[in-house]
């Protein structure tokens, strides 16, 4: 049982958008940052957003992040199949004291 | 640019300790502006926080591990390592080691090794 909720599944045809929500508390996305990770198939993940929508260097900006409340989401533009990953929202926890993961989202691009 | 690589035995018996050690290159443990993370993922599931430790070896664990888990650094060997007592088959998991970068409560993990599965099985 992940501390922050995403759905299991999603898709979309190439050239779609699609969005992965992800929710939590006001212990972890209600007050901090939340960063977002591709995962491809057997590897490891890889930073996709960080500090809520901020896009590290070399990330396509079909790729946005936004935040409200206790929620956030991820929004991919003109879906491309080598978008088919795994996805995990991240926040920290005040009162874990330590960060929070999402249960993932599987992308599939039909 | 930094490299990190987990190292460690595939198989572990039930109830022994799992030990894993996370080589870092192009960066080092020594640094006051990282700290370095373990994360798994059982087959199949998805990513569950260990715990951090920094270069004074200051560390925080996930409270549902903390009563079996340690994390160490070794400056020396730029490495730092991570240990797992009385494992089960819920220990299974391929283990990643990751740097933490960014300010307090605003960590995040900018830099993965491969991983490294660890099956738990006699």
């Known amino acids: 049982q992940s501390v922050l909720t995403q759905p299991p599944s999603a898709s979309g045809t190439p050239g779609q958008r699609v969005t992965i929500s992800c929710s939590g508390s006001?212990?972890?996305?209600?007050?901090?940052?939340v960063y977002w990770y591709q995962q491809l198939p057997g590897t490891a993940p890889k930073l996709l957003i960080y500090?809520?929508?901020q896009r590290p260097s070399g990330v396509p900006d079909r790729f946005s992040g936004s935040k409200s409340g206790t929620s956030v989401s991820l929004a991919i533009s003109g879906l491309r199949s080598e978008d088919e990953a795994d996805y995990y929202c991240?926040?920290?926890?005040?009162?874990?004291?330590?960060?929070?993961f999402g249960g993932g989202t599987k992308l599939t691009v039909l | 640019q930094v490299q990190l690589q987990e190292s460690g035995p595939g198989l572990v018996k039930p109830s022994e300790t799992l030990s894993l050690t996370c080589s870092v290159s192009?960066?080092?443990?020594?640094?006051?502006?990282?700290?370095w993370s373990w994360i798994r993922q059982p087959p199949g599931k998805g990513l569950e926080w260990i715990g951090y430790?920094?270069?004074?070896?200051?560390?925080n664990y996930n409270p549902s591990l903390k009563s079996r888990v340690a994390i160490s650094v070794d400056t020396s060997k730029n490495q730092f390592s991570l240990k797992v007592n009385s494992v089960t088959a819920a220990d299974t998991a391929v283990y990643y080691c990751?740097?933490?970068?960014?300010?307090?409560?605003?960590?995040?993990?900018?830099?993965w090794g491969q991983g490294t599965l660890v099956t738990v099985s006699s």
């Open positions: 192009g960066g080092s443990v020594s640094s006051a502006n990282y700290y």
């Open positions: 500090s809520n929508n």
């Open positions: 430790i920094n270069h004074s070896g200051s560390t």
């Open positions: 991240v926040a920290w926890d005040d009162s874990l004291s330590g960060p929070v």
């Open positions: 006001s212990s972890n996305i209600g007050t901090n940052y």
């Open positions: 990751a740097r933490v970068a960014g300010p307090p409560r605003r960590y995040y993990f900018d830099y």
